[in-house]
């Protein structure tokens, strides 16, 4: 049998050109975020028709639809091993006919958030560690600080208002929870808000620190907190829409009209819990974290924050401070330093449209995900423990 000789030279100009395309455009992938295509044509210093022609020439042409349609053996054994140009494919494709573009936020404003239409999701690889310069701290109120206290919980007030705490303190709450029907609705105003990824808990950003992802952003920590709730014989509505997407500016007004429609279809509702997660920024560029250890385990802290009628039409704010304070008591007899101060401002985070409603920051954007679902489930025990008591 005749044996055909091999091309060496062409084989090894071939695995030249794979070699660097692979490296481009995981370079950009894993700098540029979504936005890895609009700079795959300047990152050579080259113009596109050298990366477009390097591509078509060593792939076989555009990518058709089938995932490895057009390549011969040898291009798609290489293609196969590349998880980034195996899930790009698609977006380079539609790049290389024309069809494909980058589109920005349908208001212009935001946070400058872009998307790729039709991207698959890169699949990226695990990351060993969190960044080792993310400054990890206990935050915990101290003597010299400017808090109000009362039953061993502090108040940061921010509001305007003067606010008598030994009332507060022995208020109780005006909010009964039926036996019948949804009783808690949690939602989501910053859905997209997200986490120093760390381990196997790596996401594709849509921003910095946001991503669309619902596993990995603050729907994911809804989702625990639904389940202890439950647990603890509670019924609850998690709603997972991403009411920043695309418009960051929008949110607050997206979350209220969500929020209003569910208490409209469900008059059972007594307690809405819009979870969040803080960011925390030294004028340095310093990234801090709050975390605290909890049976051995690093845990975010949490916070709550509480709104005001210095932010408009808001009479009932001081019952939604009771509960805030009563579930605040409960985490800090239940897991000392979980909590965070009150913080008590001046708008109104919504909160006008339930006596029982809480904007909780989970976190910060400096801690993992998994610290922050472990500060998640300990904040829901200690609100189930005092909601539970609510009920009819």
């Known amino acids: 049998m005749k044996h055909t000789p091999i091309r060496w030279g062409r084989l090894i100009r071939r695995a030249l050109a794979l070699f660097l395309a ?20 300047s990152v050579l210093g080259a113009d596109p028709i050298l990366v477009t022609g390097m591509l078509r020439s060593e792939l076989g042409g555009p990518w058709a639809a089938g995932p490895l349609s057009g390549l011969d053996g040898w291009g798609r054994l290489v293609l196969e091993q590349s998880p980034l140009l195996l ?12 069809e494909g573009s980058l589109s920005e936020n349908a208001d212009g404003g935001g946070e400058g958030e872009a998307y790729l239409e039709d991207e698959d999701p890169i699949e990226l690889p695990a990351v060993t560690t969190a960044p080792d310069d993310i400054i990890a701290q206990t935050l915990l ?10 039953d061993g919980v502090y108040i940061s007030n921010t509001s305007g208002h003067e606010l008598d705490v030994q ?4 208020a109780s709450v005006n909010i009964t929870l039926p036996q019948e029907g949804p009783q808690v609705l949690i939602v989501h105003t910053h859905a997209c808000e997200a986490y120093t990824p760390d381990g196997t808990d790596v996401y594709l950003e849509s921003d910095t620190s946001r991503t669309l992802d619902t596993d990995y952003n603050m ?25 920043d997407y695309p418009s ?37 560029g310093t990234i801090y974290k709050a975390v605290t250890t909890i049976d051995g385990e690093p845990t975010a802290q949490v916070m709550l924050v509480m709104g005001s009628d210095n932010g408009g039409n808001f009479p009932l704010w001081q019952e939604n401070l009771t509960l805030a304070f009563q579930i605040q008591k409960s985490m800090d007899t239940l897991y000392p330093t979980l909590a965070r101060p009150i913080t008590l401002r001046s708008s109104h985070y919504n909160q006008y449209l339930s006596t029982g409603a809480l904007l909780v920051e989970v976190g910060c954007h400096g801690n993992t995900l998994q610290e922050a679902l472990r500060g998640a489930r300990l904040f829901a025990r ?11």
């Open 22 to 41: 692979t490296v481009t455009i995981w370079i950009v992938a894993i700098t540029a975020g979504l936005g890895w295509t609009s700079g795959l044509f």
């Open 87 to 98: 899930s790009s494919q698609g977006a380079v494709a539609g790049y290389l006919s024309g």
């Open 141 to 150: 109120p101290s003597a010299s600080g400017n808090y109000l206290y009362a």
């Open 167 to 170: 009332a507060l303190a022995a």
């Open 219 to 243: 729907v994911r920590v809804g989702r625990e907190v639904k389940a202890v709730l439950e647990e603890m014989g509670l019924t609850v509505l998690h709603d997972e829409t991403l009411h």
């Open 248 to 284: 960051y500016n929008s949110a607050y007004t997206n979350s209220r009209a969500t929020v209003e429609a569910y208490l409209e279809q469900y008059p059972s509702i007594r307690i809405v819990l819009d979870l969040h997660r803080d960011a925390l920024v030294a004028a340095d």
């Open 382 to 392: 200690a609100a189930g423990q005092v909601l539970v008591e609510l009920e009819e």
